[in-house]
């Protein structure tokens, strides 16, 4: 992320109400659980090119030319076939389309895609860390300020 971020706006927390409060950390807590979605979104991707990568080097070689394999057409649907081409795979490229591609260039391709994905991923983590401390420091102040509020509640005296 280079310096096309959005700009942080600073906010002095103890001038909010404690609904004011609640209210920030309601959204707060809303994009934290986003981000940490999307990391595991990004990391589930980044695992199926790594199983890509594993299932090009393990299962497109020259010596199952002639053997049995299983063809996964789903994620839990497998039907038996034989290789035509052991030196070409059909890669997807996003968006249902497919290019046919050496086994050498796919392997390059999904490591590039891992790449990319690490790089997010790191920048995310970073992200989801400061969203993170930022709702501890929210929630302090709320902590802080419901306290006060309840010490300076009129006690009922009883008879």
């Known amino acids: 992320m280079s310096g096309s971020a959005p700009k942080q706006q600073s906010i002095d927390l103890s001038t909010l109400s404690v609904q004011n409060l609640s209210a920030v950390k309601q959204q ?31 299962g497109v ?21 034989k290789l035509a081409d052991t030196e070409k795979v059909l890669v997807d490229v996003g968006t249902g389309y497919y290019v046919e591609k050496k086994t050498a260039d796919a392997i390059k391709f999904y490591t590039k895609k891992i ?21 501890k420091i929210v929630e302090e102040v709320l902590r802080q300020k419901v306290m006060a509020q309840n010490s300076s509640a009129p006690v009922a005296a009883s008879a």
């Open 28 to 58: 707060l807590d809303e994009e934290l659980e986003h981000l940490t979605n999307s990391f595991a979104k990004l990391r589930a991707a980044q695992t199926r090119f790594r199983e890509c990568i594993r299932a090009i080097k393990n």
């Open 61 to 81: 070689n020259p010596e199952m030319a002639d053997k049995t394999i299983l063809i996964p057409l789903t994620t839990s649907l497998y039907v038996p076939g």
């Open 115 to 135: 790449d990319a994905l690490n790089s997010n991923l790191q920048d995310l983590e970073k992200i989801i860390a400061q969203k993170g401390q930022n709702v």
